[in-house]
């Protein structure tokens, strides 16, 4: 896993400002998501691991088979700030993380597929054995913890989530859905309240595979945008999107 850092220099040129790598025990690792907090100058990135790992505050222990990982630098100068580990014994993965910027506090996604998994003292069950569920937390920096997590889906079936934003206090979260692991997935669009109350989702899909990889929130009118693929006539609420010859992006405004 590694993080870099660049500034962009006159002429429209990049320079970077630091970088870091970092080699778990055994197997390999990958940081999958990134975001800034301004206000407290750091960046926080999330990922996964497949051995034990140390970001700069000590060994944090491999657990399963592979394990959900996130870590704080500080923004000038990559010097560790803070870093989790969240796993049982199958597949943990962070797939994104977004920052609430009145309180500092971070909102990472991602999907797991251990029966359950304890993410600092929420602990979360898989729905169904054998399955990979789609999950959401919220972790304080200030108190070094984690404040909620829970399933992001509450449909039973292959989930995970892609994509995470925040807009007037709620949480807005994408990715996709399958009712079993050989059907094609569907879209995946969940929201949930600061505190990880008050839930919402929908599954919107085609006769193909369709997904929901990208969350934007305008920060003047609050809007959440969504991008995403499919191939299929697909249905989004008052939105119909036509069948294609193949693959199509799209990007729809919620």
Request: glycine share 12%; hydrophobic share 45%.
């Amino acid at each position: 896993a590694a993080i870099v850092v660049f500034r962009r220099a006159p002429k429209n040129t990049l320079s970077c400002v630091w970088a870091e790598a970092f080699l778990p025990s055994t197997g390999s690792a990958s940081f999958e998501g990134v975001a800034i907090d301004a206000t407290n100058q750091r960046v926080v990135a999330v990922g996964h691991t497949k051995g034990s790992i140390n970001f700069g505050g000590g060994s944090l222990t491999h657990v399963g088979a592979q394990d959900a990982v996130m870590a704080a630098f500080d923004l000038s100068s990559g010097t560790f700030v803070a870093n989790e580990l969240w796993g049982n014994n199958g597949n943990e993965i962070a797939s994104a993380v977004a920052i609430d910027g009145s309180s500092g506090d971070a909102l990472a996604v991602g999907s797991f597929s251990s029966s359950k998994v304890n993410f600092g003292g929420s602990e979360v069950d898989n729905s169904i054995v054998l399955t990979t569920e789609a999950f959401a937390l919220r972790y304080s920096f200030a108190k070094a913890a984690v404040k909620w997590a829970r399933r992001a889906c509450s449909t039973p079936g292959h989930s995970a989530a892609k994509a995470v934003t925040l807009a007037q206090g709620k949480v807005f979260i994408a990715g996709t859905h399958a009712s079993s692991m050989l059907a094609n997935p569907d879209m995946l669009l969940s929201r949930l309240g600061g505190d990880g109350d008050e839930p919402w989702q929908g599954i919107y899909g085609s006769v193909s595979a369709d997904a929901a990889e990208a969350l934007a929130t305008d920060p003047v009118s609050h809007d959440v945008y969504v991008a995403g693929h499919s191939k299929g006539k697909l249905v989004l609420g008052s939105v119909t999107l036509p069948a294609g010859a193949q693959r199509y992006g799209f990007v729809v405004s919620l």
